[in-house]
């Protein structure tokens, strides 16, 4: 694992104080891809939640496992060998170019095999990235027409195909948090390793390893832990699913199938590069889609 040498890299990231210990939260809804109510239960989770753990997804373990190993060994490197993977690749504790930095490191993937290049890799590390893509995306496809199903979208691929459009800038990410040997002298301070943020694409699809620290934020604006599960995906809510199906989850223009007669969209219209403009130009945890909401102010 890696372990940044320099103290005083400590004093540019983020540090949060804590009275009590953030509560596990067990209600997170679990469903069995495999359920023939997955469409419904997916649907209410999403409506309720934004977020859900996806078991029997289909996803090999060996293939999890095998790319952790890689992983590890990537992030063992010298510096100087991760760095040849940025500057769309390696990152270490900037997050963004807006100023947010979080205890960190990470490796940033292209999913369009076109668009990806791993030169900068191993040949190992390259099968086993290219071989997870590849599962996790037919997982998403899965995914996304299954919710397409329970929302009575006509056709059933209409979300799935904006994931497979050959030019979808969809992006894998590996994330590897570091021991911080300073970390007892923080006097009850924790540091945050990937901040308070959402997601701007349709669907996120997390997996962790077996440690804790992923915390979702509940309705009531309560932030709760989520039990570790190596095994399994969570599945988050996206903005951009958001504005299609208001309200998800609270939940480009909202679908018209999606809305009640004399109903209408929360959000002015907007391209995806429209939303990309603005996120890039936005701190982490910002309201990126305030920008496009007809009750707002802003002006884009």
Request: with cysteine; aromatic share 10%; charged share 20%.
């Given at each position: ?79 100087s060998d991760k760095d040849k993977a940025t500057p769309f690749g390696y ?14 490191e990470y490796l940033l993937v292209n999913t369009n095999p076109q668009l ?185």
């Amino acid at each position: 694992m890696v372990v940044l040498s320099q103290p005083a890299a400590l004093e540019h990231c983020s540090l949060i104080k804590t009275c009590k210990p953030t509560c596990v939260f067990t209600g997170i809804p679990v469903i069995d891809l495999r359920d023939p109510e997955a469409k419904t239960l997916i649907v209410k989770a999403c409506e309720e939640y934004g977020f859900f753990k996806l078991i029997n997804h289909g996803v090999p373990m060996e293939f999890m496992t095998r790319l952790e190993a890689e992983a590890l060994s990537f992030f063992n490197l010298p510096q100087s060998d991760k760095d040849k993977a940025t500057p769309f690749g390696y990152g270490s504790n900037k997050i963004g170019p807006n100023g947010d930095v979080g205890w960190i490191e990470y490796l940033l993937v292209n999913t369009n095999p076109q668009l990806t290049s791993l030169k900068t890799l191993s040949e190992n590390f390259c099968y086993e990235v290219n071989d997870y893509i590849l599962a996790v995306k037919r997982l998403a496809f899965e995914v996304v027409e299954i919710m397409a199903d329970g929302l009575e979208i006509e056709p059933r691929n209409v979300l799935s195909r904006l994931l497979r459009d050959e030019k979808s800038d969809s992006c894998f990410r590996l994330n590897h948090y570091p021991p911080c040997p300073q970390l007892q002298a923080l006097s009850g301070r924790n540091l945050i390793g990937f901040g308070e943020h959402t997601d701007p694409q349709i669907i996120s699809i997390l997996r962790s390893n077996n440690t804790s620290g992923l915390q979702i934020c509940l309705r009531d604006r309560t932030w709760v832990s989520v039990p570790p599960d190596q095994t399994s995906f969570f599945i988050s809510v996206g903005d951009t699913l958001q504005v299609m199906r208001p309200p998800m989850s609270e939940k480009i223009v909202a679908l018209p199938c999606l809305m009640a007669k004399g109903e209408e969209s929360l959000y002015k219209e907007f391209t995806w590069w429209e939303y990309k403009t603005c996120a890039y130009k936005s701190r982490l945890g910002a309201n990126r889609l305030g920008l496009f909401e007809k009750t707002a102010n802003a002006s884009l």
